[in-house]
């Protein structure tokens, strides 16, 4: 069972689908109206939505270049304007490095 507050931490060995499963419980907790803080190390808040509304319409994201059909194109829209509705607080940590100090400005 889930409990308020709680953190959930993934790890595994790279290109596993880490980050697509952390998304899709996001999305999924999101959708019962509960709150979701979801922060990632490597992307931004707009690639995380880009992604998200592209997982809830059962659309793979097109490679750089491509462009989805029109009825795709659709369907993404209108999970992304549904996605709008949640309370789906997104960040980007992409200033921390692997052992958790943050970089250093130069």
Not at 4 to 28: D, E, F, N, T, Y
């Amino acid at each position: 069972p889930r409990l308020p507050c709680q953190m959930v931490v993934l790890g595994a060995r790279p290109s596993l689908g880490k980050s697509s499963l952390a998304r899709q419980i996001a999305l999924h907790v999101a959708g019962a109206d509960d709150p979701v803080h979801f922060e990632s190390l490597e992307m931004s808040p707009a690639e995380t939505a880009k992604f998200a509304a592209h997982q809830l319409a059962r659309v793979p994201v097109p490679m750089a270049g491509e462009l989805l059909p029109h009825d795709l194109a659709a369907r993404v829209r209108t999970e992304a304007v549904r996605m709008a509705s949640l309370i789906f607080c997104v960040e980007s940590r992409t200033d921390y490095k692997l052992d958790g100090e943050p970089e250093k400005a130069l």
